[in-house]
T-cell receptor, first 117, second 112 residues
Framework: QQQVKQSPQSLIVQKGGISIINCAYE??????FPWYQQFPGKGPALLIA?????SEKKEGRFTISFNKSAKQFSLHIMDSQPGDSATYFC????????????????FGQGTILTVHP | GAGVSQSPSNKVTEKGKDVELRCDPI?????LYWYRQSLGQGLEFLIY????????KSGLPSDRFSAERTGGSVSTLTIQRTQQEDSAVYLC??????????FGSGTRLTVV
């Protein structure tokens, strides 16, 4: 119930292409779905996040698509660049009792993205 | 500083010893989180502090693990009687609202 399944494990894309990473969850109580980007030797950094009241959120070249009925969400990276090469993690959680924070994230296993020049 | 600061960056310790890991969050952030990252287990939640509320300790794997946050700022994660399975990168994050947005670079703990 707490798992978040992420695919693919690794992805190779040519510069300018579209990178797509998918995640699926089981727990219908989840209502906050962030994506993180991690470079080697660094901690993860929040990239973009979505709540289930919208089906899509776009920030620059990064878009989250959310399908509540299928319990799936995905990250699309448009015009992928070599600098996007990193590990990407999806996550899911529900708020604390006070509804003010989302501290207890359940992470997917990560996708290693390589963008070739 | 501009980001979350963790120290030490690397720690090698002998099995059975106690270790303390430190996290300095971004000034003004009310929430502080500890996670750990290992090859086998991925990213795992350990504990988080939100303002003056009681911390959510539900991710601590055993009673050998404890954490405190003094004065609503700096946090220390303590692991007693370390075991080899404790070897991982321990990550700290902070935020004002919502979930963790800024993680530090972590402390790589190796138990030999």
């Amino acid at each position: 119930q707490q798992q978040v399944k992420q695919s693919p494990q690794s992805l190779i894309v040519q510069k300018g292409g579209i990178s797509i990473i998918n995640c699926a969850y089981e727990n219908t109580a989840f209502d906050y779905f962030p994506w993180y980007q991690q470079f080697p030797g660094k901690g993860p950094a929040l990239l973009i996040a979505i709540r289930p009241d919208v089906s899509e959120k776009k920030e620059g070249r990064f878009t989250i698509s959310f399908n509540k009925s299928a319990k799936q969400f995905s990250l699309h990276i448009m015009d992928s660049q070599p600098g996007d090469s990193a590990t990407y993690f999806c996550a899911a959680t529900f708020p604390n009792a006070g509804g003010t924070s989302y501290g207890k994230l359940t992470f997917g296993q990560g996708t290693i993205l390589t963008v070739h020049p | 500083g501009a980001g979350v600061s963790q120290s030490p960056s690397n720690k090698v310790t002998e099995k059975g010893k106690d270790v303390e890991l430190r996290c300095d969050p971004i000034s003004g952030h009310t929430a502080l989180y500890w996670y750990r990252q290992s090859l086998g287990q991925g990213l795992e939640f350990l504990i988080y502090f939100q303002g003056n509320s009681a911390p959510d300790k539900s991710g601590l794997p055993s009673d050998r693990f404890s954490a405190e946050r003094t004065g609503g700022s700096v946090s220390t994660l303590t692991i007693q009687r370390t075991q080899q399975e404790d070897s991982a990168v321990y990550l700290c994050a902070s935020s004002f609202l919502g979930g963790p947005d800024t993680f530090g670079s972590g402390t790589r703990l190796t138990v030999v």
